[in-house]
Nanobody, 121 residues
Framework: QVQLVESGGGLVQPGGSLRLSCAASGSIFSINEMGWYRQAPGKQRELVATATSGGTKTYADSVKGRFTISRDNAKNTVYLQMNSLKPEDTAVYYC???????????????WGQGTQVTVSS
């Protein structure tokens, strides 16, 4: 099994910054895409940013220019640097990754437990 542990959430004022971290552990063989999603109260979970093992990064339009995703493959960790935060960024943020076990042909997606980010004055 693969476990994901997130950290870095909290309360921040509008215009502030936070850095989320998500570390994977367990029987890790091959990780492809790692990413962040978020879910605000009463809304569906939405993609925030993803980063593939090849270095391709994608961002939701709402966070482009403010958020930066990065990963440390040696540590099996993905980060989300969030700058210029807005109240509408308030949500539970979830990390995920696509993992393939040795000998397997397909990837399995794993999710973290979520970390609350609240942007409020």
């Amino acid at each position: 099994q693969v476990q994901l542990v997130e950290s870095g959430g909290g309360l921040v004022q509008p215009g502030g910054s936070l850095r989320l971290s998500c570390a994977a552990s367990g029987s890790i063989f091959s990780i492809n895409e790692m990413g962040w999603y978020r879910q605000a109260p009463g809304k569906q979970r939405e993609l925030v940013a993803t980063a593939t093992s090849g270095g391709t990064k994608t961002y939701a339009d709402s966070v482009k220019g403010r958020f930066t995703i990065s990963r440390d493959n040696a540590k099996n960790t993905v980060y989300l640097q969030m700058n210029s935060l807005k109240p509408e960024d308030t949500a539970v943020y979830y990390c995920n990754l696509d993992h393939r076990y040795s000998g397997a042909y397909s990837y399995t997606r794993y999710w973290g437990q979520g970390t609350q980010v609240t942007v409020s004055s």
